[in-house]
């Protein structure tokens, strides 16, 4: 029984082994040459001003991104979803639960919409 897992447990250790290897290897044969200017942060061409845990910062544009892939990704469902409309014994119920899924998410973005996920600013 335990043999027929003995192909996944060798690709698992090659793989893990692989990813320590890349590791280790990247540390002895990185340059090592550390300075002050070169272990100093750097924002945007300029030097930091301030304190970086005392800044405050809007996530709208990722909150929009996280929700352009949900939706988006959710849509790639509808794709199998109109392949098997096509078979007549099961497309009364296939229609009924695409028309739920489709309420689901049409509820989802009204939510985020009344919230304000969509506002640039």
Do not use: Q
């Not at 301030?50 to 988006?72: P, Q, S, T």
């Not at 099961?90 to 695409?98: A, D, Q, W």
């Amino acid at each position: 029984m335990l043999t027929s897992y003995l192909a996944v447990l060798i690709m698992t250790g090659f793989a893990g082994f692989m990813g320590v290897m890349s590791l280790v290897m990247s540390t002895v044969m990185r340059p090592r040459n550390p300075y002050r200017e070169k272990l100093s942060p750097w924002e945007c061409g300029m030097e930091p001003v301030g304190e970086a845990n005392k800044g405050h910062f809007r996530v709208h544009y990722f909150v929009i991104a996280i929700l352009f892939i949900v939706f988006d990704v959710e849509t790639l469902f509808l794709f199998p979803w109109a392949a098997l409309l096509t078979d007549k014994s099961l497309s009364v119920f296939i229609f009924v639960e695409m028309i739920v899924f489709v309420a689901i998410l049409a509820i989802g973005l009204i939510y985020a919409w009344v919230k304000g996920a969509l506002e640039w600013v």
